[in-house]
């Protein structure tokens, strides 16, 4: 049989960090073992699940290029499947009819807790048949009242679990829809899934859905319980700790390679190595390697990984994730240099994509006003000379290149016998309106010529006026 994981997520809400995880792990153990990797919307929430939910979850997964190529399933497609499967289950004396209040189960719970017992239903439905009429009804399972389940899990290691602590747990609810662990079950039988790899919060669903499999007859996967995702302050992920919906980290100027290589160490290891190509990734992954302890979700470390992939990977990829972001804030970019360029300047000057194209705006626009900080410590009388001689030195230059630039720069510095920054530092707030950017040459070559004369002129039109105030 091939080797078949799946990525479940339920739609209502974005795609959260845990659950890329959870996605990439099963995309990962797929892709190692030459499998199949399904993903399967779980909408049977009808309350709760939404088509803008479902839409996130995708675009999260082609953001991440997480590529399955069985699916999408969606449940509520197939209702009538899950019916099937419960009417067979009742044949089998496997379900049964639970006609109890809400109210009296609850009832039951305290009496349970009060014997110092699991809180559970008392089983009260199990064996009657004196059903009455017209009142509802759930279904419920008949689980094992003796034995135990045994699940050899490929990260915790074997947990048992006693039949005594389950209780017979829902399968339909009263309107007939299924219940989360009745469509589980379904669903990973007819996908023919050999590998249920998802969160530890899971662990006391597996025992329910290894006996309801048993029940059927159907096959037992072999299950993988990743640990949980918690914050730097030993607490679970959540909104509090910042970003933990996938996209969210697309907008805050990440590229997906980096969070994909920092999600895949987040409970992960080979040695000491933190760098791993997508390739590499597949190749080296294995279940036996996660951790068996949670992991802290440290923003620091993604950040330094996001630069290492920002300054390493091709310009001309890196540059079409920046287009996204200069469009976001509202830069036209059809005129100006490629953006490529403009990631081989700033890519070892920033931490994200989104600060990248804050401060590449003066290469396509024009900007209003100099930094009030930069122009007041270098657009000042002193400065009027410099700016004049290397202004004359860049207009007559016939090839507009880094090294004509630069050596206009210096023989300005060596006429005027004056230091380098004595030229550079109010020329580079005249071309760019601030006081920091990368290499003055490199910049300057990536402007045109007549723009630089231009802003050289608003530069010494400044001095002019602050020096008419003083």
């Given at each position: 049989?091939?080797l078949?994981?799946?990525?479940?997520?339920?739609?209502?809400?974005?795609?959260?960090?845990?659950?890329a995880?959870?996605?990439?792990?099963?995309?990962l153990?797929?892709?190692?073992?030459?499998?199949?990797?399904?993903?399967?919307i779980?909408?049977?929430?009808?309350?709760?699940?939404?088509?803008?939910?479902?839409?996130?979850?995708?675009d999260g997964?082609?953001?991440?290029?997480?590529?399955?190529?069985?699916g999408?399933?969606?449940?509520?497609?197939?209702?009538?499947?899950?019916?099937?499967?419960?009417a067979?289950?009742?044949?089998t004396?496997?379900?049964y009819?639970?006609?109890?209040?809400?109210e009296?189960v609850?009832?039951?719970?305290?009496?349970?807790?009060?014997?110092?017992?699991?809180?559970r239903y008392n089983?009260?439905?199990?064996?009657?048949t004196?059903?009455?009429?017209?009142?509802?009804?759930?279904?419920?399972?008949?689980?094992?009242l003796?034995?135990?389940?045994?699940?050899?899990?490929?990260v915790?290691?074997?947990?048992?679990?006693?039949?005594?602590?389950l209780?017979?747990?829902?399968?339909?609810r009263?309107?007939?829809s299924?219940?989360?662990?009745?469509?589980?079950?379904?669903d990973?039988?007819?996908?023919?899934?050999?590998?249920?790899?998802?969160g530890d919060?899971?662990?006391?669903?597996?025992?329910?859905?290894?006996?309801?499999?048993?029940?059927?007859?159907?096959?037992?996967?072999?299950y993988?319980?990743?640990?949980?995702?918690?914050?730097?302050?030993?607490?679970r992920?959540?909104?509090?700790?910042g970003?933990v919906?996938?996209?969210?980290?697309?907008?805050?100027?990440?590229?997906?390679?980096?969070?994909?290589?920092?999600?895949v160490?987040?409970?992960?290891?080979h040695?000491?190595?933190?760098?791993?190509?997508r390739?590499?990734?597949?190749?080296?992954?294995?279940?036996?390697?996660?951790?068996?302890?949670?992991?802290?979700?440290?923003?620091?470390?993604?950040?330094?990984v996001?630069?290492?992939y920002?300054?390493s990977?091709?310009?001309?990829?890196?540059?079409e994730h920046?287009?996204?972001?200069?469009?976001?804030?509202g830069?036209?970019?059809?005129?100006?240099?490629?953006?490529?360029?403009?990631?081989?300047?700033?890519?070892?000057?920033?931490?994200t994509?989104k600060?990248?194209?804050?401060?590449?705006?003066?290469?396509?626009?024009?900007?209003?006003?100099?930094d009030?900080?930069?122009a007041?410590?270098h657009?000042?009388?002193?400065?009027r000379?410099?700016?004049?001689?290397?202004?004359?030195?860049?207009?007559?230059?016939?090839?507009?290149?880094?090294?004509?630039?630069?050596?206009?720069?210096n023989?300005?510095?060596?006429?005027?016998?004056?230091?380098?920054?004595?030229?550079?530092?109010?020329l580079?707030v005249?071309?760019?309106?601030?006081?920091?950017?990368?290499?003055?040459d490199?910049?300057?070559?990536?402007?045109?010529?007549?723009?630089?004369?231009v802003?050289?002129?608003?530069?010494?039109?400044?001095?002019t006026e602050?020096?008419?105030?003083?």
């Amino acid at each position: 049989m091939t080797l078949t994981t799946r990525f479940a997520p339920s739609p209502t809400g974005y795609l959260h960090v845990g659950g890329a995880r959870t996605a990439l792990y099963s995309w990962l153990y797929a892709k190692k073992n030459g499998g199949d990797f399904v993903l399967r919307i779980e909408d049977t929430d009808l309350e709760r699940s939404t088509q803008e939910s479902v839409d996130a979850i995708m675009d999260g997964m082609n953001w991440l290029n997480l590529d399955w190529n069985i699916g999408p399933f969606y449940q509520t497609h197939r209702f009538d499947r899950y019916k099937e499967v419960i009417a067979q289950l009742i044949e089998t004396g496997h379900a049964y009819r639970c006609y109890c209040t809400a109210e009296e189960v609850e009832a039951m719970r305290e009496e349970a807790t009060a014997k110092g017992e699991n809180p559970r239903y008392n089983g009260m439905w199990r064996d009657r048949t004196d059903y009455p009429e017209d009142r509802p009804y759930v279904i419920r399972f008949k689980n094992p009242l003796d034995g135990s389940v045994i699940i050899n899990d490929i990260v915790k290691g074997d947990i048992e679990i006693g039949n005594s602590e389950l209780d017979d747990l829902i399968l339909a609810r009263s309107d007939g829809s299924p219940t989360y662990n009745l469509s589980v079950v379904v669903d990973d039988w007819d996908m023919n899934i050999t590998h249920v790899i998802r969160g530890d919060d899971h662990v006391n669903n597996t025992p329910r859905q290894i006996n309801i499999l048993k029940a059927l007859g159907a096959p037992i996967p072999q299950y993988a319980h990743i640990p949980m995702i918690l914050g730097d302050d030993g607490k679970r992920l959540s909104k509090r700790h910042g970003a933990v919906g996938v996209m969210q980290y697309r907008d805050d100027g990440y590229l997906p390679e980096a969070l994909l290589n920092y999600l895949v160490r987040l409970g992960w290891s080979h040695g000491d190595q933190e760098i791993f190509s997508r390739d590499e990734m597949i190749e080296l992954f294995d279940l036996t390697g996660c951790n068996r302890a949670p992991s802290a979700f440290n923003t620091d470390k993604l950040i330094w990984v996001n630069q290492h992939y920002m300054k390493s990977l091709d310009p001309e990829y890196v540059a079409e994730h920046l287009a996204w972001h200069m469009d976001d804030q509202g830069i036209n970019t059809e005129n100006g240099p490629a953006l490529s360029e403009i990631v081989k300047v700033q890519a070892d000057r920033v931490k994200t994509l989104k600060e990248m194209a804050q401060i590449s705006r003066y290469f396509y626009e024009e900007y209003s006003e100099f930094d009030a900080k930069a122009a007041k410590k270098h657009l000042r009388g002193v400065a009027r000379a410099p700016l004049e001689l290397v202004q004359s030195k860049l207009a007559a230059l016939t090839e507009w290149n880094a090294e004509n630039i630069h050596d206009a720069i210096n023989s300005t510095a060596e006429e005027l016998e004056v230091g380098m920054g004595k030229v550079g530092m109010p020329l580079r707030v005249a071309a760019t309106g601030a006081g920091n950017s990368p290499s003055l040459d490199a910049t300057l070559a990536l402007l045109e010529q007549d723009q630089i004369i231009v802003r050289i002129d608003k530069a010494l039109a400044y001095i002019t006026e602050r020096e008419a105030n003083a």
